[in-house]
């Protein structure tokens, strides 16, 4: 796990190469043990290549970057993981190659000198890299299929630069960013973000999940392409047993490939399904090893989990590490988790998960597993009843949707009400679907913005076309398409964000096993039952496959309600700090803070609902004044 950056630029001066010197040592905590930097003439300019190195496999100056191949024709940057590397280095090796470390780096060099691009679908891991061609004189830029490692980039100003963080793109640009006016809109009044190439910077993008990027003219825009995009028609032709025993074999290899380590791992758990699993599958595989859990308590509240964490700790004899946090942390660590975000974040529980970590390091972990991404693979959350019942009353299969909403609508936090709110909502679109929102209280142009000014701008509501209308029709299998858009469009990629800077920030390598496009392309293949009952049951085929491994009574819980923290307790206790930033504002002109304060001080007197807005005002203030004013 590292940091990389680099980039094009014009000529040779001195001054390219000072500004990624200051962007690695930004990224100085995602790589501490080692640093490297080259430079390479291309297009009369010159390609840098910067890496900070977090040595997990091959601990040895080996595996020192950027590299280059024994031809001489590439040289890489990469930060991430390829779990399957001992397997392409044993098929490279019988093809003639040779090799000097034991480092997935080189595995992942060579296999590209002699595949090409086709060595991407070979991967098993994660993953966002630059080649630098050094005979056709061309960058390509890969990221993984779910976006779990980041890569940013522009092209701008005369360079093309790209980095794993925005402060490192920052240093490498010539001018300063500025804010992107129409996604700082989009996040405080949808909440929405990470959900396309747009960041809160102008000029500033993500390269997508599942992209690859080339530069080859230094006047020309880049080429991005997608290279993943599984299928969403059903292909298993085999009953839920087999399909569950399937997934099982799936699951249990990703877990194994994923333990492969030269420094100590531990597991993230939470006491839900998802993490249990991993820690679960880790003790059947390895019975003799010592498993160390880290899970945050949001002791004394109702979303505590503590008793399923304990659960699961004495069944698979583990070593538990376990933190709390209260409002006055919060207020304590909020700079630094924002700076260590780099952009705006949705709610606290990424503090919850921030904290995990930071203890995880304290503890002597440099790996951590996590269970992120079941729910998207797997259909969990409320099981996405908006989508299923669409596909239903595709097949005009009418009696079944019925018993399917009141079969659902019996699970805790959910109603009929709320299952028909979920389909009318997957079933309108455009001026219907505004309506039906303005009329459940949704104002596009909440009174504490500036309508006027942001129309003057340029800025305006975004329509989020369904997933079928992104991608063909695709009837009778709406929950499939829209587990495909939740894991590598909106969703998913932005809790892999969270997760990924927040493990960077405490030097930690975050794993995600769920995460394979094997199991991935599997899932998107079965019939949609198998992943939400007929009776209402969430990842009803993973249940299936899990037991023997998990605990009956934690495959059986009706009651999870996810990562979870005391949100509003935390914020009220914390009210006359929050009053304090929400009165210094920034220096956002479509923003009325004195509005802003009013609502809060309105919520805190219990006269206004609380929502996540309130969290949204707090973290884009505290953020806009950390990057742009200090």
């Known amino acids: 796990m590292c940091g990389i950056a680099g980039g094009w630029f014009p000529g040779s001066d001195v001054a390219s190469r000072e500004r990624l010197e200051r962007a690695l040592f930004t990224l100085k905590h995602r790589g501490p043990n080692d640093q490297g930097f080259e430079s390479y003439p291309a297009f009369e300019g010159t390609v840098h290549f910067g890496h900070t190195r977090l040595s997990i496999i091959d601990l040895s100056s080996a595996g020192h970057q950027p590299m280059t191949s024994p031809s001489g024709r590439f040289s890489i940057v990469f930060n991430g993981e390829i779990y399957n590397y001992r397997e392409l280095r044993g098929e490279l090796v019988r ?3 040779r090799f000097l470390s034991d480092s997935d780096t080189e595995v992942l060099l060579l296999g590209w000198e002699h595949w090409g691009k086709g060595v991407i679908n070979r991967l098993v891991g994660m993953f966002a890299f630059a080649i630098f061609d050094h005979f056709e004189k061309t960058i390509v830029c890969v990221r993984d299929p779910f976006g779990i490692k980041p890569f940013f980039f522009a092209h701008a100003n005369g360079s093309f630069v790209f980095a794993s963080e925005v402060t490192a793109v920052r240093e490498l640009v010539a001018c300063g960013l500025e804010l992107d006016w129409q996604q700082s809109y989009e996040y405080l009044v949808t909440g929405d973000y990470d959900s396309g190439d747009r960041t809160f910077f102008k000029g500033l993008r993500h390269l997508r999940p599942g992209h690859i990027l080339t530069f080859s003219q230094p006047r020309e825009d880049p080429v991005i392409e997608r290279w993943w995009w599984p299928a969403t028609t059903e292909r298993w032709r085999g009953g839920f047993q087999d399909a569950a025993e399937r997934l099982r074999e799936m699951f249990l290899r990703s877990v194994r490939l994923h333990l492969r380590s030269d420094v100590p791992l531990g597991a993230a758990l939470s006491g839900g399904l998802d993490s249990s699993a991993v820690v679960c599958a880790i003790r059947h595989l390895e019975p003799d090893a010592r498993i160390n859990t ?3 308590i949001a002791a004394g509240s109702d979303v505590s989990e503590e008793g399923w964490v304990d659960r699961v700790v004495s069944d698979i004899s583990a070593t538990p590490y376990k933190v709390q946090a209260s409002g006055e942390e919060l207020a304590r660590d909020l700079d630094d988790m924002i700076r260590a975000q780099g952009e705006p974040f949705g709610s606290t529980s990424i503090y919850a998960q921030y904290r ?3 203890l995880a390091s304290e503890s002597g972990i440099t790996v951590t597993l996590d269970g992120q991404g079941a729910d998207e693979l797997l259909a969990g959350y409320h099981g996405y009843p908006g989508a299923r019942l669409h596909s239903l009353m595709d097949g005009h299969q ?32 455009g001026a219907v679907n505004k309506a039906l929102k303005y009329a459940a209280g949704h104002r596009d142009y909440p009174s504490w913005l500036n309508k006027g000014m942001l129309l003057e701008a340029g800025v305006h509501p975004v329509f989020r076309a369904s997933p079928e209308a992104l991608n063909g029709k695709s009837r009778a299998r709406r929950l499939m398409v829209t587990l495909r858009e939740a894991q590598s469009v909106s969703g998913l990629p932005a809790l892999l964000r969270h997760a990924d800077r927040n493990s960077m920030r405490f030097s930690i390598e975050s794993r995600v096993p769920f995460l394979t496009t094997e199991m991935a392309e599997f899932l998107l293949s079965v019939p949609e039952p198998f992943l939400v009952s007929p009776q209402g049951e969430t990842k009803s085929i993973f249940r299936a496959a899990m037991r023997g491994i998990v605990p009956d009574d934690i495959l059986d819980r009706r009651d999870k309600i996810g990562f ?23 220096e956002v002109p479509f923003v009325d803070w004195g509005i802003v304060l009013r609502h809060f001080d309105a919520i805190i007197a219990g006269s206004r609902r609380f929502d996540w807005q309130t969290w949204r005002w707090i973290n884009f203030a505290r953020w806009h004044r950390i990057v742009f004013e200090s």
């Open 294 to 296: 880290f899970s945050f």
């Open 356 to 358: 995990v970590f930071k």
């Open 564 to 586: 979870a923290t005391p949100e509003k307790d935390w914020l009220s206790g914390m009210a006359d700090t929050i009053r304090s930033w929400l009165e210094e504002g920034c």
């Open 95 to 97: 093809k003639g190659y």
């Open 398 to 429: 009418y009696g079944d949707a019925l018993k399917f909403l009141r079969n659902w609508s019996q699970w805790p936090g959910r109603s009929v009400r709320g299952g028909v709110a979920r389909l009318v909502n997957e079933m309108t679109s």
